[in-house]
Nanobody, 121 residues
Framework: QVLLQESGPGLMKPSQTLTLTCTVSGSSITTSDHAWTWIRQFPGKELEWIGV???????YVSPSLNSRTSISRDTSKNQVSLQLTSVTPDDTAVYYC?????????????WGQGTQVTVSS
C-alpha cells in the first residue's frame, strides 16, 4: 500500500520560510517509474502545480514560484521536501504531495491527505 503523508507548520507569518515534508511509504522515491510532485489548492479550490523532483534528483518548479521554491529529498527517510521562502497570505492553501506516473504525463496515482498552510499576520 502506497501512502503519502504531508507535514508542516500550519500557521505562519508573512516573510517566513515554509518547509513541508512528504513521507512516503510503500514506494521508493528513487525509482525511475515515478516522480514526486507538490501541488496546492487555494481556498477558492483552484489547483496550482508547484514542482516535481524526479528519481535522479532533477527538479522542475513552476516559473511563477521558481525564485522562492526549492524541492529536495532525503532518501534515507524516503521523504520529499518543499521549501517556499518569503510567504505571503497569497500562499495560504492546502499543500499536497502526489506520486506521478512518469509514463503518463500529469497522471497522479497517489496523493497525500494534504496539509493546510495559513499565512496571516
Amino acid at each position: 500500500q502506497v501512502l503519502l503523508q504531508e507535514s508542516g507548520p500550519g500557521l505562519m507569518k508573512p516573510s517566513q520560510t515554509l518547509t513541508l515534508t512528504c513521507t512516503v511509504s510503500g514506494s521508493s522515491i528513487t525509482t525511475s517509474d515515478h516522480a514526486w510532485t507538490w501541488i496546492r489548492q487555494f481556498p477558492g479550490k483552484e489547483l496550482e502545480w508547484i514542482g516535481v523532483i524526479r528519481y535522479n534528483e532533477i527538479t522542475y518548479v513552476s516559473p511563477s514560484l521558481n525564485s522562492r521554491t526549492s524541492i529536495s529529498r532525503d532518501t534515507s527517510k524516503n521523504q520529499v521536501s518543499l521549501q517556499l521562502t518569503s510567504v505571503t497570505p497569497d500562499d495560504t492553501a492546502v499543500y499536497y504531495c502526489a506520486r506521478q506516473n512518469v509514463a503518463v504525463p500529469m497522471h497522479y496515482d497517489y496523493w497525500g491527505q494534504g496539509t493546510q498552510v495559513t499565512v496571516s499576520s
